[in-house]
Protein backbone atom coordinates (compact mmCIF):
# COMPACT_ATOMS: atom_id res chain seq x y z
CA UNK A 1 0.00 0.00 0.00
CA UNK A 2 2.84 2.39 1.05
CA UNK A 3 4.54 1.54 -2.67
CA UNK A 4 1.35 2.69 -4.22
CA UNK A 5 0.98 5.97 -1.84
CA UNK A 6 4.52 6.79 -3.15
CA UNK A 7 4.20 5.87 -6.73
CA UNK A 8 1.22 8.71 -6.76
CA UNK A 9 2.54 11.40 -4.87
CA UNK A 10 5.91 11.08 -7.28
CA UNK A 11 3.76 11.08 -10.26
CA UNK A 12 1.55 14.04 -8.81
CA UNK A 13 4.69 16.18 -8.65
CA UNK A 14 6.13 15.14 -11.73
CA UNK A 15 3.14 16.41 -13.55
CA UNK A 16 2.77 19.76 -11.59
CA UNK A 17 6.27 20.11 -12.47
CA UNK A 18 5.94 19.43 -16.46
CA UNK A 19 3.25 21.81 -15.94
CA UNK A 20 5.16 24.81 -14.56
CA UNK A 21 7.46 24.59 -16.96
CA UNK A 22 5.60 24.93 -20.12
CA UNK A 23 5.74 28.50 -20.16
CA UNK A 24 4.97 30.25 -23.39
CA UNK A 25 6.10 33.85 -23.22
CA UNK A 26 3.57 36.20 -25.05
CA UNK A 27 6.18 38.29 -26.45
CA UNK A 28 9.08 37.10 -28.22
CA UNK A 29 12.13 39.38 -27.74
CA UNK A 30 15.67 38.56 -28.20
CA UNK A 31 18.90 40.19 -27.24
CA UNK A 32 19.76 42.91 -29.27
CA UNK A 33 16.64 43.77 -29.92
CA UNK A 34 15.96 47.32 -29.96
CA UNK A 35 12.59 49.10 -27.95
CA UNK A 36 11.85 52.81 -27.11
CA UNK A 37 10.85 54.12 -23.97
CA UNK A 38 7.57 56.02 -24.84
CA UNK A 39 5.63 58.50 -21.73
CA UNK A 40 4.48 57.01 -18.76
CA UNK A 41 0.82 57.26 -18.41
CA UNK A 42 0.96 58.24 -15.20
CA UNK A 43 3.41 60.22 -13.02
CA UNK A 44 6.41 57.86 -13.27
CA UNK A 45 7.53 54.36 -14.81
CA UNK A 46 5.86 51.47 -12.87
CA UNK A 47 7.10 48.36 -15.07
CA UNK A 48 10.73 49.73 -16.12
CA UNK A 49 12.37 49.21 -12.61
CA UNK A 50 14.15 52.65 -12.15
CA UNK A 51 16.04 53.23 -8.96
CA UNK A 52 14.92 56.09 -6.42
CA UNK A 53 15.74 59.27 -7.22
CA UNK A 54 18.05 59.56 -3.60
CA UNK A 55 19.62 56.33 -4.72
CA UNK A 56 20.86 58.13 -8.19
CA UNK A 57 21.91 61.35 -6.50
CA UNK A 58 24.41 59.58 -3.74
CA UNK A 59 26.31 58.11 -6.41
CA UNK A 60 26.72 61.45 -8.25
CA UNK A 61 23.67 60.75 -11.15
CA UNK A 62 21.43 63.00 -12.12
CA UNK A 63 17.67 61.89 -11.24
CA UNK A 64 15.75 63.54 -14.18
CA UNK A 65 13.27 60.60 -15.36
CA UNK A 66 11.78 62.61 -18.00
CA UNK A 67 14.99 62.36 -20.19
CA UNK A 68 14.28 58.81 -20.34
CA UNK A 69 10.94 59.17 -22.86
CA UNK A 70 11.95 59.47 -26.59
CA UNK A 71 15.53 56.99 -25.68
CA UNK A 72 16.33 53.74 -28.12
CA UNK A 73 17.27 50.79 -25.60
CA UNK A 74 18.86 47.71 -26.56
CA UNK A 75 18.26 44.30 -24.70
CA UNK A 76 20.92 42.75 -23.01
CA UNK A 77 19.56 39.78 -20.97
CA UNK A 78 15.74 37.86 -21.17
CA UNK A 79 14.94 35.91 -18.57
CA UNK A 80 11.50 34.38 -17.84
CA UNK A 81 10.48 34.27 -14.17
CA UNK A 82 8.42 30.92 -12.76
CA UNK A 83 4.79 33.09 -12.98
CA UNK A 84 5.51 33.15 -16.92
CA UNK A 85 6.85 36.65 -17.14
CA UNK A 86 9.10 38.41 -19.40
CA UNK A 87 11.76 40.08 -17.43
CA UNK A 88 14.33 41.97 -19.46
CA UNK A 89 18.06 43.95 -19.16
CA UNK A 90 18.49 46.79 -21.52
CA UNK A 91 21.42 49.26 -21.59
CA UNK A 92 21.33 52.68 -23.75
CA UNK A 93 21.67 52.08 -27.97
CA UNK A 94 23.97 54.97 -27.63
CA UNK A 95 26.22 53.35 -24.97
CA UNK A 96 25.93 55.87 -22.39
CA UNK A 97 25.15 55.01 -18.86
CA UNK A 98 21.41 55.59 -17.83
CA UNK A 99 21.44 58.75 -15.20
CA UNK A 100 25.37 58.91 -15.58
CA UNK A 101 25.33 55.97 -13.25
CA UNK A 102 23.62 52.82 -14.24
CA UNK A 103 24.76 50.77 -17.16
CA UNK A 104 21.25 48.58 -17.01
CA UNK A 105 18.23 48.52 -15.80
CA UNK A 106 15.69 45.76 -15.70
CA UNK A 107 11.27 45.84 -17.21
CA UNK A 108 8.69 43.75 -16.60
CA UNK A 109 8.13 43.87 -20.60
CA UNK A 110 4.63 41.87 -20.78
CA UNK A 111 3.19 44.81 -18.65
CA UNK A 112 5.37 47.56 -20.17
CA UNK A 113 4.38 46.66 -23.75
CA UNK A 114 0.74 46.53 -22.31
CA UNK A 115 0.41 50.17 -20.51
CA UNK A 116 2.52 51.97 -23.18
CA UNK A 117 5.64 52.70 -21.60
CA UNK A 118 7.57 50.78 -23.50
CA UNK A 119 7.57 50.02 -27.75
CA UNK A 120 8.72 47.74 -29.68
CA UNK A 121 11.30 49.35 -32.49
CA UNK A 122 12.59 45.88 -34.06
CA UNK A 123 16.36 45.11 -34.53
CA UNK A 124 18.00 48.03 -36.06
Known amino acids: MIKYLIIGALSLSSLTAQKNSDCDP???VNTGDVLEVAKPSANTYKYINLPRANFLIKRGGIANFNKLSGEKIEVTEVAITENCKT??????????????????????LDKALETGEVKLTGNI
Open 26 to 28: PIN
Open 87 to 108: EVRVKRKDGKKFFNTLKTISID
